[in-house]
């Protein structure tokens, strides 16, 4: 391998000033806080204001109240409780991982990852492992403790450059979460917001959690093509002209990272045994026509139908069972205390997120009462219609914004608990529907995550980089992931508008049109 000077400095300049300055902002549950205070201000001075727009559906004149009188302050208290419990995103979260804390905490998620990248072909290398990161998605953020160090020491096992290894496991978990092979915790959450964003407008529209499904199960091929093309002929070359390796694994005879014990083999086939039984035993449930999973009219993807209602605690169940085969099959596990304990470890993370949701509750309930979200996307939308820009650059505009916000603000969840709620109604009023508008802003939030310094596991993904190159930095890593966001956010796009064009479903009960109601 050979080495040149580093190329110019200029990106890691910016990407430097993206960081001090993203550094500064308050923490994102402060953020909230303060979004509530100004609400709160808001509808205090728009309540004397007279607007002469008109609600779609109950046909009454806009009025913004004044959530700081005493009446509705006193609402606000009283209902606190019930807006902390009622926010959608809190147990469906909680939920979910509590299923992902025993099958992780078991070692079943690890040895799963292993096995998929052990029988790997070195000129597959690349596709095989952006395709298992993708297929981690259902991981979660544990993913990232396994995936990115396994894919490293596969890539160095084979002659390659580990950072390249990095990179692309990187690129596929993180950077192609739009794209997905199974449904994963987001989309529950995800379709939470929506859903109640979308009520500002249609008290009664439904929006399935499987939504986006068709085009994340679409886009899984064109991501892998993209990151494949990206790490081969852009990534890797650069890597080896910049970042010379300049240290080794400690001992490199355990490079193989497929070696797994007699006892763990054993406790896999068993596991996987188990949860093929289950999958089977659901699709033999769901099967018959006038299965109790189905909904009245028969149908097994309607937000009426128990299957589907019951999505979350199927997860939850899915996750939990063959962690407790495999975790008392392999010894993991040795009494019951042990499997509180792995749920309780992985929750640990939630404690943040659980502060994050009392308060972003209290700033949904008032943004919805006050009537504020209401005005702007009305507004809005009557500015787009002056604008008489097509459907499709509006769309486009949404997800450049998106795009631009996730640079500094990476948490999916805490932009779209605000962006949700003046884009979904905004591009309803337009003929939009809320699960297109979801499709495109989890194309630019997914595509960025990658290239931005405030990424919450940057930092360890750095250490990754200097176990093989001392000097790796935000810098490097900033540099080496950029081209996947472009890349990403061409794809993405690129597919979503052909979907749109040729018309094929986003997903269960999704459309690509909104009835206008007209005023």
Sequence with gaps: ????????????????????????????????????????????????????YIHPSTKEQIHILNMLSYENLLQLVINSVKNFMGFPPLGITIVVTLGIG?????????????????????????????????LCHIASDSAYTIL????????????????????CSFAGLAGGFTASFTPSMIDPIMQGFTENAAHIIDPNYSVNVLCNYFYALGGTLFVILAVWFVTDKIVEPRL????????????????????????????????????????????????PDNSVLRAPDGTLTSPKSPVMQALVPILFIYFSIPGLVYGFAVGKFKCANDVIHAMENLTKMLLSFIVFCFFAGQFLYVFNVSGIGSLLAISGAEFLKELGLPSGITLF?????????????TSATSKWAILSTIFVPMLMMLGISPELTQAAFRVSDSAVNVSTPLFPFYPLLILYCQQYCKKAGVGTLSSMMLPYTFALLIVLTIVLYAYWFIGLPLGFNSYYDYPVVAQ
């Design 397 to 409: 505009g949404i997800i450049l914004l998106t795009a631009c916000l996730n640079i500094l603000i």
């Design 148 to 167: 990115m160090p396994v894919s490293a020491l596969l890539f160095y096992a084979s002659g390659r450059h580990p950072l390249a290894g990095i990179a």
């Design 240 to 287: 080896y002209a910049t970042m010379p390796i300049d240290n080794k694994p400690e001992d490199d005879s355990n490079v193989n990272v497929a070696a797994i014990t007699k006892e763990e083999n054993k406790a896999y086939y068993l596991t996987v045994g188990v949860l093929a039984l289950m999958l089977l035993g659901l699709f033999a449930l769901c099967y």
């Design 102 to 134: 025993i099958a992780e905490g078991s070692g079943f998620i690890h040895i799963l990852i292993k096995k998929l990248l052990a029988i790997t072909p070195k000129k597959l290398l690349t596709p095989t492992v952006v395709f298992v990161s993708v």
């Design 1 to 52: 391998m050979t080495s040149t000077k580093p190329q110019s400095g200029a990106l890691n300049k910016f990407l430097n000033v993206v960081e001090t300055l993203g550094n500064k902002l308050p923490n994102i549950t402060m953020l909230f806080i303060y979004a509530l205070i100004l609400t709160l201000v808001v509808s205090f001075a728009l309540s004397y204001v007279n607007f002469d």
